[in-house]
């Protein structure tokens, strides 16, 4: 699996072999019984309903099958043991986010990105496509910029605009503390005051009320920026880094780019020539934007080996998917669709350190490529 594997909090968790499926091929298979994290673990406390109702989507799903010959009262222990093995909480029926949701809100989402590019905005060059074995050789086989043209007008609009301001927040080097003014925490506000005002954002959120993971649009504003913005520590305790620190404007740890997933992003510094592109390994199916592209690049002399980004996406439609597979299938697959394609994103929580009552927050989030 490519992308950002190893910006997992823990790397013996990157997952070899998950079923992941390729981008732009045909969407996986969907699985009857839905998991989620969210949702505390069995316990006999649990009223009746409840218990009968995970007792059917048990029952009724394959790879249960032997259920079916234990009394009710073996079946809620037999259960509660299969848990850690499942690293998820069974959801009720009701409420759990399907593999249909999320092929369904995707879609929707798609769009509703009424702020991104146009095939006019964007001009890319992408030059040469590395094979598996030259992506780690750290060779630069593109004489030219990846962006020939870019529209800067887009960064006008106000999520682009508040976006931007973000970038130069912070230290890209893990374990350097953050110092995070009463300005930037404005920033910070701000941009989540202008995502939420597009449609993109407002679909999202009543998505996620309606199968019950807020109760308001405030809580969920709340918990974006604790889940995005709040500090915990790579490094040995000092609070140097986020989730959006991680995605959006990348790091360098142990002396390599850790993260930097944005389009934006790679352009802004290109053209200041602090970002050197290589090569890509993956040209997404879409004639049109967002596209995606698995990078090879320098920044400012350290090396990324692939870094899979959006093209052309707004700010929101990014922050946005990230925000619903993360909540949705956290340390999983997500499989989504989009224009009809398939794409798969990968999210990680951090494990060590939470917010709130045990929530974790964001240590990365990508589009899984080849």
């Not at 309606?210 to 974006?224: H, P, T």
């Amino acid at each position: 699996m490519k992308g950002c594997c190893a910006c997992s909090p823990v790397a013996s968790s990157c997952p070899q072999d998950m079923g992941l499926v390729r981008v732009g091929t045909p969407l996986p298979p969907l699985h009857p019984l839905t998991l989620h994290a969210e949702h505390p673990a069995l316990t006999a406390s649990q009223d009746h309903d409840t218990h009968a109702s995970m007792q059917h989507q048990v029952l009724h799903h394959p790879h249960f099958s032997w259920a079916a010959n234990l009394q009710p009262r073996e079946l809620l222990p037999a259960l509660a043991s299969l848990l850690p093995l499942l690293a998820e909480g069974f959801s009720s029926s009701w409420d759990a986010i399907t593999d249909e949701d999320l092929l369904r809100i995707s879609e929707q989402l798609y769009r509703a990105d009424h702020n991104k590019a146009r095939p006019t905005d964007i001009a890319i060059n992408p030059q040469y496509q590395a094979s598996p074995d030259e992506t780690d050789d750290q060779e630069d086989r593109s004489p030219q910029p990846l962006y020939k043209y870019i529209n800067e007008e887009l960064f006008s609009k106000p999520t682009y605009a508040s976006f931007i301001k973000l970038l130069d927040n912070y230290q890209r080097v893990t374990g350097r503390e953050e110092d995070v003014t009463a300005e930037e925490l404005r920033e910070q506000d701000n941009f989540l005051k202008e995502v939420m005002k597009t449609e993109l954002m407002k679909k999202l959120f009543a998505f996620l009320h309606k199968k019950n993971r807020y109760g308001s649009e405030q809580e969920f504003v709340a918990d974006l920026k604790e889940m995005w913005f709040g500090l915990y520590s790579r490094g040995d305790g000092e609070q140097d880094s986020s989730g959006f620190e991680h995605v959006f404007s990348g790091e360098v740890k142990k002396g390599k780019v850790s993260g930097f997933h944005n389009w934006i992003r790679f352009y802004l510094l290109e053209k200041q020539g602090i970002v050197n592109y290589f090569s890509h390994n993956f040209n997404g199916p879409w004639d049109t934007y967002p596209d995606v592209l698995g990078l090879q690049f320098s920044w400012d002399g350290f090396y990324k080996e692939v870094g899979s980004a959006f093209i052309g996406c707004s700010p929101e439609f990014e922050f946005g998917l990230y925000t619903l597979c993360f909540i949705a299938r956290p340390g999983r697959a997500c499989h989504l669709s989009l224009g009809g394609y398939s794409l798969s994103i990968q999210t990680y929580p951090w494990t060590k350190t939470t917010y709130g009552n045990g929530k974790k927050y964001i240590a990365t989030a990508y589009v899984i490529s080849p």
